[in-house]
T-cell receptor
């Protein structure tokens, strides 16, 4: 069974440029998460989807970050414009949903903003 | 590979010894806890979980202990192997299906 797939694995951009990350969750997983992980820290939730509905986006900086999950499967996280402080690893995870349970993570997209 | 973190608390153990990694959680209402392992350049990988109505759970070579009185979680790894070298995170579920992660501990296994 394929795991959570993310792309690109690495992205280097200059500040003020846009960037987008893509995530394909495990087949059948209704819940999808985007986390941000700064160097030396644990992942922090940005947004959680139940199917195509964003049910928790309180930590998403909405002035520059946006996300979508069309058709309740793949998801895209966008940053426009990027700032130096956005440099981090962006992790996508999925789960079956319902009661709290195991989250399956992708390998992440590492963003460097110069 | 890329480093997960440069200034994490570090536990260094000899191969074959037992390891104990500790975590203090913040919310007394948390009802579910998970330990994740993260190797360099990879996403977190599930190790073991425990619900708040339990105080101990065992897996293969790993045991999680939960002390709700002092809001403390520990991960014990028996007969630590070089492949166990990684950063370990505890996470608590305190609001629906939202996991909040702790700061992580780097485990280094000396051959």
């Amino acid at each position: 069974e394929a795991g959570v797939v993310q792309s690109p694995r690495y992205k280097i951009i200059e500040k003020k440029q846009p960037v987008a990350f893509w995530c394909n969750p495990i087949s059948g997983h209704n819940t999808l998460y985007w986390y941000r992980q700064n160097l030396g820290q644990g992942p922090e939730l940005l947004i959680r989807y139940e199917n195509e509905e964003a049910v928790d986006d309180s930590q998403l900086p909405k002035d520059r970050f946006s996300a979508e999950r069309l058709k309740g499967v793949d998801s895209t996280l966008k940053i426009q414009p990027a700032e130096l402080g956005d440099s981090a690893v962006y992790l996508c995870a999925s789960s079956l949903g319902g009661s709290p349970g195991e989250l399956f993570f992708g390998e992440g997209s590492r963003l460097t903003v110069l | 590979g890329e480093s997960v973190g440069l200034h994490l608390p570090t536990l260094s153990v000899q191969e074959g010894d037992n390891s104990i990694i500790n975590c203090a959680y913040s919310n007394s209402a948390s009802d579910y806890f998970i330990w994740y392992k993260q190797e360099s350049g990879k996403g977190p990988q599930f190790i073991i979980d425990i619900r708040s109505n339990m105080d101990k759970r065992q897996g293969q070579r790993v045991t999680v202990l939960l002390n709700k009185t002092v809001k403390h979680l520990s991960l014990q790894i028996a007969a630590t192997q070089p492949g166990d070298s990684a950063v370990y995170f505890c996470a608590e579920n305190n609001a629906g299906n939202m996991l909040t992660f702790g700061g992580g501990t780097r485990l280094m296994v000396k051959p």
